[in-house]
């Protein structure tokens, strides 16, 4: 299968396609971590076609970085391992800059691949969005699709699949990062850090009510109210709550709607 690329300006395909060659050294090839899983029964389905027709059909691959000398097989796992397993030859076509991004657009969005392959895959793409959170991520050990709620502003895991999630909320990601720190060194508030805890937190913070210095003052008093939920809509609704636990009806703060 040709990659092509459209270039702008222009009907015409430019090919990253290089040469395309037969080989038994099994060796030569490499699986990276984004692969799926292997399905032993796509790959026996494969050994079957093979002992009838032959081999009819090659995989795509790109030199590797990480190994030199060596191709990661970006399409044809299934085929490269039924070959080793009949010892029969691989046909295989290399093209040259297929990024991580052109990879998931090539394969889909496997449901095995983690957050955290995604993240390699933008570091390795060397996009700058995925390299601040990867930093943020090794630092604070947070699930990454807080993360990427916290600062791109929303919910955005399928942008993220795709490579093209955006920072565009740091400063709020930082805002939100303290008080995540302060809940939890403060009053060891542990589910803090959870996912939907950071979304319940965000929504509230949307709201441009929240005053952090009255909150901790709340949690001073009352900091075992502030429970383990089932979604990000009843932590809102908790941290609403705990924000006007014992405070007079008229001062009362409400960030989430009935």
Not at 25 to 50: A, C, L, W
Not at 114 to 131: A, H, P, Q, R, S
């Given at each position: 299968?040709?990659?092509?690329?459209?270039?702008?300006?222009?009907?015409?395909?430019?090919?990253?396609?290089?040469?395309?060659?037969?080989?038994?050294?099994?060796?030569?090839?490499?699986?990276?971590?984004?692969?799926?899983?292997?399905?032993?029964?796509?790959?026996?389905g494969i050994m079957e076609s093979?002992?009838?027709?032959?081999?009819?059909?090659?995989?795509?691959?790109?030199?590797?970085?990480?190994?030199?000398?060596?191709?990661?097989?970006?399409?044809?796992?299934?085929?490269?391992?039924?070959?080793?397993?009949?010892?029969?030859?691989?046909?295989?076509?290399?093209?040259?800059?297929?990024?991580?991004?052109?990879?998931?657009?090539?394969?889909?969005?496997?449901?095995?691949?983690?957050?955290?392959?995604?993240?390699?895959?933008?570091?390795?793409?060397?996009?700058?969005?995925?390299?601040?959170?990867?930093?943020?991520?090794?630092?604070?050990?947070?699930?990454?699709?807080?993360?990427?709620?916290?600062?791109?502003?929303?919910?955005?895991?399928?942008?993220?699949?795709?490579?093209?999630?955006?920072?565009?909320?740091?400063?709020?990601?930082?805002?939100?990062?303290?008080?995540?720190?302060?809940?939890?060194?403060?009053?060891?508030?542990?589910?803090?850090?959870?996912?939907?805890?950071?979304?319940?937190?965000?929504?509230?913070?949307?709201?441009?009510?929240?005053?952090?210095?009255?909150?901790?003052?709340?949690?001073?008093?009352?900091?075992?109210?502030?429970?383990?939920?089932?979604?990000?809509?009843?932590?809102?609704?908790?941290?609403?709550?705990?924000?006007?636990?014992?405070?007079?009806?008229?001062?009362?703060?409400?960030?989430?709607?009935?």
């Amino acid at each position: 299968m040709l990659f092509l690329k459209k270039e702008k300006g222009t009907s015409k395909m430019k090919t990253k396609y290089i040469r395309t060659d037969v080989t038994t050294e099994y060796d030569m090839f490499i699986s990276p971590t984004h692969q799926r899983v292997i399905n032993n029964g796509n790959i026996k389905g494969i050994m079957e076609s093979m002992k009838e027709h032959g081999v009819i059909a090659g995989i795509s691959v790109r030199p590797s970085i990480e190994y030199p000398g060596k191709y990661e097989v970006y399409d044809g796992q299934h085929t490269i391992a039924a070959c080793k397993r009949l010892n029969a030859p691989v046909i295989y076509s290399v093209f040259r800059g297929v990024s991580n991004k052109a990879m998931i657009a090539l394969n889909g969005k496997s449901r095995v691949w983690k957050m955290t392959d995604y993240l390699g895959y933008g570091v390795t793409d060397n996009i700058e969005d995925y390299k601040l959170l990867n930093r943020i991520y090794k630092q604070e050990k947070l699930p990454l699709t807080a993360l990427v709620i916290m600062y791109g502003g929303s919910y955005g895991n399928k942008s993220f699949k795709s490579l093209n999630w955006k920072a565009l909320t740091p400063e709020k990601g930082n805002t939100i990062l303290k008080y995540i720190k302060d809940y939890e060194r403060l009053f060891n508030v542990k589910h803090c850090r959870h996912a939907r805890f950071v979304w319940g937190l965000c929504k509230v913070y949307d709201t441009g009510l929240y005053e952090h210095k009255r909150m901790i003052n709340q949690l001073s008093k009352c900091s075992q109210l502030l429970t383990k939920q089932a979604n990000p809509e009843d932590y809102a609704k908790n941290i609403q709550m705990v924000y006007n636990h014992g405070i007079r009806k008229e001062l009362r703060v409400q960030f989430i709607q009935d």
